[in-house]
C-alpha cells in the first residue's frame, strides 16, 4: 500500500524525547542548586553564576556581613551565645518556624539559602520567563512581598512595623530593597549571552538592604520654629517604625545643632541623642521637640541628623539643614 | 354446563361449591335469626335462659360473617357473569302485583313451581341457572327475593347503627322490626326448600304452633309494656319508667343520636346545677351521663352505683380524714332538706365551716374558725393543734408556762361551755397587784419579766434603765444605801427610786481643798479614788505630757511634796528642759533639744536623729547595711560628717572608671551604657541585694526579651573565666608567690569592671588567661 506521507509514530516521539533528555540532563547536572545533602546547603557562589547582579549587590550588603562583622562577634562572645546564631546565619527558612542556625557556611551570613531554598526548589517572588531554567522554581509573591518574611529576624523592627497605623505604609522591601528593573540573570561568556537574550527584563528588588535607603520625599523631617532666639527643634518621623529601630546593638541617631559661621570654623552647640533602648526612639509616626536658646552672635544654624554606628565610628548622615537665625 | 350425576334415586341438585356458598351465608343467618328470636323472646317473656349480653355479641359477630359472606357472593357473580341475572330478577321481583301475591298464597297448596314433584322438572328448572351461585335460587320466588332485597341492607344498616350510634332509637326499632321480614324471608325459603309437599305442611304446622306459643307465653307473662320491652334491652328504673310515662321513649331518645345529658339534667337541676358549676362530685365528671347512669336495667337496679363505703370522698372536694373516716355518712348527709322531709342528701352540699356540724364551745364569735386549733384528728390533747404561743395573742413564758390554765382562764360558769378563753385580760395588771405603789408607772415589763419578780429575774438594769450608771466600785454597794426603804425592815421594793441626785458631792467629800477647778469626774473614776484606778492621765489631761524615761520619774520629783500626794501642788510645774537637765554641748549646738533628743534617751538609738530626713543623702536600701563608718571616717576622736560625698561615682570608683573604659591604668573604648543610662537604672535603690534575675529584668526593660539571655549569657561568660583564672591562681600560690599575688590583683581589677564594660571585662579576663596560660 502506498503511504501518502512519510510521518511515522516514532517520529512524533522523537523531539519529546529529546526534550526529556534535555530537561532531564539539566536537571541532573544543576541538582546542587537545590540540593541540601546533610550539613551542605547551595553556596552563595553558586547562585551569583548567574545571578550576577544580585550577587554583587548582596555582597556589600549587611546581610552579607551578618556572621563576619566583628560587634558581631564581640557581642556574642566569639559565637558563644547560641540564641544569637541563628538569625546571623540562617538555615533555610521553608519547614522552620522559627529561623534556625546553619551547620555549614555560617561566614556567609544572611546568604540565598536563607531565604530562597525551598524544598528541591528556589522560590521568589517573579515568575520566571527565561528559555531554561537549570533549577526548579516555585512562585510565591505574597510572602516574599510581606515585611513578615523579613520579621521573623527583624522581629521588634516588625512589631513597631505592624503598630503604626500608617495609611500605605510601605513594607520592608518597599525601602530597603530599591525598586529595579533588569534581568534576573546576567551573562557571564558567550553561551550564556545567548540564553540570557532570551529572557526578559522585570521589576525586581536589588538586594542591598540599604539601612538609609534614597527616598523621593524624606521620611525623617526636621524642623525649627523660633521664639526670639529660643529654637525649637523638631524631628518628625515619618517612616513605618522607630526611629531608630533594630533589636540588638548600638542603635543611635543624633541630632547635632552647629554654629555654622563662627568665628574660626563651625562651633558645636548642641547634640541630643536618640537612643533604641530605654524609650529614646521616636515611634513610627511621631515627633520629638528640644529647646535651644542660641547664643548671640550665631547668625546661622547647622542642623544635621546622624546615624551613629558602635564607638560613634561609621557615622552617616540622614539629613542636614542650614537655619538662618532670625 | 354441570353435568349433575344421579346416584341410586336421590337428586343432587348442587354442585359442591353451590352447597358451600348457601352454608357460608345459611349459618350465619340461622345463628342471628336464632340469637336475634332469643333476645327478643327472653325480653317479652321476661326471662332469661341464656344472658343478654352473650347473645348480643354472637348475634353481632353473626351479623358481620354474614354481611362478608353476602359480599363475597355478588363479587362472585360480578365476576362469573351471574350478576345480569340477578339484576333481571330483582326488577322482576320489583314489578310485583297483587296477583302474584295470590299465586304465592297458593304455592304450598300445589299450584305453585314447588307444587310438581316431578324430579325431571325441577331438576330442568336448576339445571338452567346451575351456573349462578345459589343466592339466584331464591329468585324463583319472588317474595322472597323482594323481601331479601328490601330487608337485608336495612337490616345490615340499623344493625351497624345500633353498634355505633348507641342508644339511638331510629335503628333499634327497624332493626327489631326486621325481625318480621326475617322470619318471613325464613319460612319461604325454608317452604321452597323442602320439595316434598307433605314436608312443607309439617313446617306450616311446626311454625304455627310456635306462634301460638311464642304468643300465648307473651300474653300470659306480660303484655301490657310488651312494645316497651321488644324494643328495650331492659326495664326503667322505677322512677324513670314513672317519669317517662308521659313522655314515651323519647323523653330521653332521639331518633338517630344518643340520648342526650340535657334529658337527664332537665329532671336532675342539682346535677345540672353542680355540673355546670364544676363544684362537688359530678362537677369534676365529664363524659355522658349514661356512663355510670345506663338505665333499662330493670325496675329495682342501681343505676346510681354509689358505694358509701367505698366512695372516695375526695372526689367530692371533701377529703374525709382524722375522725371524720370514723363518721358513718349518715352523720352529715342524713339533712332536712326545704321540703321539710329528713333524709339522706349528697348533691349540692357544701360543708365549709365546721360549725355546720359542730357546736361552738367557746362562746364567743371569733372562735368559730375551729381549723385555727383543731384539726380532723381529734378536738382534744394531744390532737389539739393550739399553741398558745403560736395561736393566742400572749405568749406563755418563764413562770406563765408553769402555771395552771385555770388560774387565768376560770372555768365557765356554767356547765355546757369551755373555759372562759375569749377576752381574758394580758395586762400583768389584770392578775397582779403593785408594790410600788404605783409610783414607777404601769408599765411592770419595764423591769419585771415572766421568769419571777425579784432577783436576777428583775429586766431592770441600772447602767441602761436609770439616769444613774453603776459603774466601778457603785455595783457592789447595796441597793439600800442609796435607795432608802420607808422604814427600816421594809422591803426594797417600796423604797424611793425615782427623783434621786446624781453628782459625786451629793455623797462624797473634796480632798483637794478646792485648788483643782475641774468636776471630780475628770480625774476620778467609780472605781477607786486613788491609784491606778485614777483616771487622771498626765499625758492627755495635763500641758506636759509624760513620755519615754519621764514616766518612769516620780510624782513627787515635780509635784513638791506634801504629807499626802492629794495635798501637793498640781499647777504651775517646770515643763522646760533646761528647768531640769544639763547641755552636754556646752551650748554648741544652737538647735533646740528636742530637734535631736527626746525622752526615750540621750544616746544611741533614742537618739531623733533620722539620716533620710535630716540629712542631704538618703539611705536608700542599697545602702541600708552600711554601718555609719563606712562614710564617716573617724578623725582622731572626731567623727567627720561634713563634707560627705553624695554622688555615686565618689565612692563607687571602679565602676566609674569602667564605664569609660579605664580599669588599673589601662585605657580601652567605653561601654555603649556611657552617657546614656545612669546608675540607678541597673542598681535601683530600693532593692538590696539585687538578685541576677532582676539585672536580668533591668536588661529587658530597656533592650528587649533577647537582653534578658544576653545577661545570663555573659554573666556565665566572665564567670567562666573567672573561674579558670582563679584555677591557675591556686596553682601558682604554690610555686610562685609574688606572681600568685600580682595576678590576684589582676583577677580583682576584672572582676570589679563586672558588666560595668562588658567587652573591657572580656578582654581583661581573655588577657589574664592567655597570660598565665603561656607561661
Known sequence: MRSRTSWKPSDLAAPFVLLAMLTLSLSCTMRQLTRVEGDSFPRAAACG?????????????????????????????????????????????????????????????????????????????????????????????????????????????????????MPDRSTCQDCHMPAVHRKMTQATGPMSRVIVAFERAADQKRHTFELTPQWDEPPVTVSVAWAGRAATVTVINKLPHNLPTGDFGVRVVAVEVIDIAHDGGARPLAQWELTRSGGGAIPAGQAKQWRLVVPDGTRELGIRLVRRGRDGADAVTIFEMQVPVP | MIQLPLKNNSVSRFVPLEVAYHLSQAIPYLMLFCTGAAM?????????????????????????????????????????????????????????????????????????????????????????????????????????????????????????????????????????????????????????????RKTRLIQMGVLLAIGIIVAGAVWACSFEGAKERAIAPGDLYAGHAEATRAGGCFTCHRWFQPPPDSACLDCHPKIARVMAQKVGYHGQQTGPCRDCHADHQGRQADIRHFDGAGFNHNLARFPIDGKHRRVSCRACHLQTGPDGVTRTRYIGLRFEACTDCHINVHNDPSAADCRRCHSVE???????????????????????????????????????????????????????????????????????????????????????????????????????????????????????????????????????????????????????????????????????????????????????????????????????CADCHRDPHLGKIKRDCTACHDEKGWKGNALRFTHNRDSAFKIDALHSGLSCVACHEKQGDTTR???????????????????????????????????????????????????????????????????????????????????????????????????????????????????????????????????????
Not at chain 2, 389 to 395: E, G, W
Request: charged share 20%; net charge positive.
Open chain 1, 49 to 165: 553564576a548567574c545571578h550576577v547582579e544580585i550577587h554583587r549587590e548582596w555582597i556589600g550588603s549587611p546581610h552579607a556581613r551578618a556572621w563576619t562583622n566583628p560587634h558581631y562577634r564581640q557581642a556574642t562572645d566569639n559565637y558563644r551565645f547560641q540564641k544569637c546564631l541563628s538569625c546571623h546565619a540562617p538555615a533555610p527558612q521553608y519547614t522552620a518556624t522559627r529561623p534556625a542556625v546553619r551547620t555549614t557556611g555560617r561566614e556567609t551570613g544572611v546568604t540565598c539559602v536563607s531565604c530562597h531554598l525551598e524544598e528541591g526548589t528556589l522560590a521568589g517572588p517573579i515568575d520566571p520567563d527565561g528559555l531554561v531554567a537549570p533549577h526548579p522554581v516555585k512562585v510565591d509573591p505574597a510572602r516574599y512581598r510581606d515585611s513578615r518574611f523579613c520579621g521573623r529576624c527583624h522581629e521588634g523592627t516588625l512589631k513597631q512595623w505592624l503598630a503604626s497605623d
Open chain 2, 40 to 196: 327478643l323472646g327472653q325480653r317479652l317473656t321476661g326471662t332469661t335462659l341464656v344472658g343478654h349480653r352473650v347473645l348480643s355479641i354472637v348475634h353481632q359477630i353473626a351479623g358481620l360473617v354474614l354481611v362478608v359472606a353476602v359480599a363475597q357472593t355478588l363479587i362472585v357473580s360480578l365476576v362469573y357473569g351471574g350478576f345480569r341475572e340477578l339484576l333481571k330478577r330483582m326488577r322482576k321481583s320489583l314489578s310485583w302485583g297483587l296477583r302474584d301475591l295470590v299465586w304465592a298464597a297458593k304455592v304450598p297448596f300445589g299450584s305453585g313451581p314447588g307444587g310438581d314433584t316431578s324430579s325431571g322438572k325441577v331438576r330442568r328448572v336448576l339445571r338452567r341457572m346451575a351456573f349462578v351461585p345459589s343466592l339466584v335460587i331464591y329468585a324463583e320466588v319472588p317474595i322472597a327475593y323482594f323481601f331479601m332485597v328490601m330487608f337485608f341492607p336495612v337490616s345490615v344498616a340499623s344493625g351497624l347503627a345500633m353498634m355505633f350510634v348507641p342508644s339511638a332509637l331510629g335503628p333499634w326499632i327497624v332493626h327489631v322490626v326486621t325481625f318480621v321480614p326475617a322470619s318471613i324471608f325464613l319460612t319461604l325459603h325454608l317452604y321452597r326448600a323442602f320439595v316434598y
Open chain 2, 378 to 576: 381529734g378536738w382534744r390533747r394531744p390532737r389539739l393543734a393550739f399553741d398558745h404561743d403560736r395561736d393566742s395573742r400572749f405568749r406563755l413564758e418563764g413562770r406563765h408556762v408553769d402555771a395552771t390554765c385555770e388560774k387565768c382562764h376560770p372555768p365557765a360558769a356554767s356547765a355546757g361551755s369551755g373555759p372562759q378563753l375569749y377576752g381574758v385580760g394580758a395586762r400583768c395588771a389584770d392578775c397582779h397587784q403593785d408594790p410600788h405603789r404605783q409610783t414607777l408607772g404601769a408599765d411592770c415589763q419595764r423591769c419585771h419579766n415572766e421568769s419571777a419578780w425579784t432577783g436576777r429575774a428583775v429586766a431592770f438594769r441600772h447602767n441602761r434603765d436609770s439616769r444613774f450608771a453603776l459603774r466601778g466600785a457603785h455595783p457592789t454597794v447595796a441597793c439600800e444605801q442609796c435607795h432608802k426603804p420607808p422604814k427600816p425592815g421594809a422591803a426594797l421594793a417600796e423604797a424611793t427610786f425615782r427623783g434621786l441626785a446624781t453628782d459625786c458631792a451629793a455623797c462624797h467629800k473634796d480632798p483637794h481643798q478646792d485648788t483643782l477647778a475641774a468636776a471630780c469626774t475628770t480625774c476620778h473614776s467609780d472605781t477607786r479614788w486613788t491609784g491606778k484606778d485614777l483616771l487622771f492621765q498626765h499625758n492627755r489631761d495635763s500641758e506636759y505630757p509624760l513620755l519615754g524615761k519621764h514616766r518612769a520619774v516620780a510624782c513627787a520629783k515635780c509635784h513638791k511634796p506634801a504629807p499626802r500626794l492629794a495635798d501637793a501642788h498640781f499647777v504651775d510645774t517646770p515643763s522646760r
Open chain 2, 641 to 775: 560628717y561634713k563634707p560627705t560625698p553624695t554622688v555615686c561615682q565618689q565612692c563607687h570608683l571602679t565602676a566609674a572608671q569602667s564605664l569609660p573604659g579605664q580599669s588599673a591604668g589601662r585605657i580601652d573604648k567605653p561601654d555603649p551604657h556611657l552617657g546614656r543610662a545612669t546608675c540607678v537604672q541597673c542598681h535601683a535603690p530600693a532593692v538590696n541585694s539585687p538578685t541576677p534575675d532582676r539585672y536580668a529584668r533591668t536588661c529587658q526593660n530597656c533592650h528587649n526579651a533577647r537582653y534578658r539571655d544576653l545577661y545570663f549569657d555573659w554573666t556565665k561568660s566572665l564567670a567562666d573565666r573567672e573561674t579558670r583564672a582563679r584555677k591557675r591562681l591556686a596553682g601558682l600560690q604554690r610555686d610562685n608567690a609574688p606572681r600568685a599575688a600580682a595576678l590576684a590583683r589582676r583577677i580583682a581589677a576584672a572582676k570589679a569592671v563586672g558588666l560595668h564594660n562588658i567587652q573591657l571585662a572580656r578582654k581583661l579576663w581573655d588577657d589574664i588567661l592567655a597570660e598565665s596560660s603561656s607561661k
